[in-house]
């Protein structure tokens, strides 16, 4: 682990607004040293809004606190926290070159010019974007434009690395190389980093634990695959992939969901239930069907078996019984956690 790595707590800390808004409810929150937490939640949830006050950019309302390592850095100034940030808008300098963006922060820092070479020199390689040293912002390709960005976060050797949706002006593609990139680069630095965004695909390749929010509470935090797996109510299970209600009621105390893939289909009239197909969508690697089973909504099933599913063929499913996510009925209103 980096030696530098910050483990950050923050306790009870919320963000009124001037104007009224709640943006966060209390909330508590640990991140391990060496760390990357994702946080993830639809547009207005109050995700920018804690990564704002972790940076020092925004104050969390009276009561609030937030620690590096053990240091209560409630009051430090953004510029004493020692923290690297990149977002989604780049934030560079467009009439300076690569070099002198990545460098800024070193000369405020008044590092001494070999030192500021030296850093420089790995940065550029470590971004592989050598080549581009001399070229203005404003002469360079959004996802180069991302890896100076980061390049210059990183450049400081921070603390911590506050990342705010720093792919989602990307096309697809590139955005799928930089993410692999970015996690390798988080992994091989060993930085504590806090990475936001609304992508689930993203969350779960990055994070070595999500923290899913909503309506400015922190609704469940865990690893990707119990996120995934365990989701602790509909909201996190629908968010981070989908989710079918299964037709049949086990229990009224308890809502019975299951993933499109954990579906086998079987021989007619020997699964737990029967539908028909409304229509088939060929993935290339899976075919995704949207089935009627008599039930109010619809349920997805993907498949990956070879046969030539057809609108209005009827199929039998089952479930198998570790595959079903069993949510308490009454565990399914908004829901607050509390950190162990
Ligand atoms: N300066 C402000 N004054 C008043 N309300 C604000 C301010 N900044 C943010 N908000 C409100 O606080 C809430 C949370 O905003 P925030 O930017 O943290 O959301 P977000 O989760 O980052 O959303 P997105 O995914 O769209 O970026 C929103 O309702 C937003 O309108
Ligand atoms: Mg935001």
Do not use: W
Request: proline share 4%; hydrophobic share 40%; glycine share 6%.
């Amino acid at each position: 682990m980096n030696p530098t790595a910050t483990s950050i707590k923050l306790t009870n800390c919320a963000k009124t607004f001037a104007d009224g808004t709640q943006a966060l409810k209390p909330l508590n929150l640990t991140v391990k040293a060496g760390e990357t937490i994702v946080l993830l939640g639809p547009s207005g949830c109050g995700k920018t809004t804690l990564l704002r006050i972790i940076a020092g950019l925004e104050a969390t309302d009276q009561g609030g606190e937030i620690y590096f390592n053990q240091q209560n850095m409630t009051s430090i100034a953004i510029e004493k926290r020692n923290i690297g940030m990149v977002f989604q808008s780049y934030a560079l300098f467009p009439n300076m070159s690569v070099a002198q963006n990545i460098v800024y922060g070193l000369k405020i820092r008044k590092l001494k010019p070999q030192a500021i070479k030296r850093r420089l020199d790995e940065m550029l390689e470590m971004m592989q974007i050598e080549a581009l040293a001399h070229r203005r912002i404003d002469q360079l390709s959004g996802g180069q434009r991302q890896r100076v960005a980061l390049a210059r976060a990183i450049a400081v050797r921070p603390n911590l690395l506050l990342l705010d949706e720093p792919l989602t002006a990307l096309d697809a593609s590139l955005r799928d190389r930089l993410r692999s990139e970015i996690s390798e680069l988080l992994q091989k630095l060993g930085i504590t980093s806090i990475y936001v965004t609304h992508d689930q695909s993203e969350a779960m390749a990055l994070a070595d634990r999500i923290v899913v929010m909503d309506k400015g509470r922190i609704v469940q935090i865990g690893s990707p695959y119990d996120i995934y797996h365990r989701p602790k109510n509909e909201f996190v299970a629908n968010f981070v992939g989908n989710v079918n209600h299964h037709p049949n009621v086990f229990d009224a105390n308890y809502l019975t969901l299951f993933r499109p893939e954990d579906v086998e289909i079987v021989e007619p009239t020997k699964g737990d239930f029967e539908a028909k197909i409304i229509s088939v969508l060929f993935l290339g690697d899976k075919s995704r069907l949207t089935l009627d089973c008599g039930f109010k909504k619809s349920i997805y099933v993907d498949t990956t078996l070879r046969q030539n599913f057809k609108t209005g063929m009827k199929i039998s499913m089952h479930v198998e019984a570790e595959r079903l996510i069993k949510l308490k009925t009454t565990d399914n209103g908004p829901a607050t956690v509390k950190e162990s």
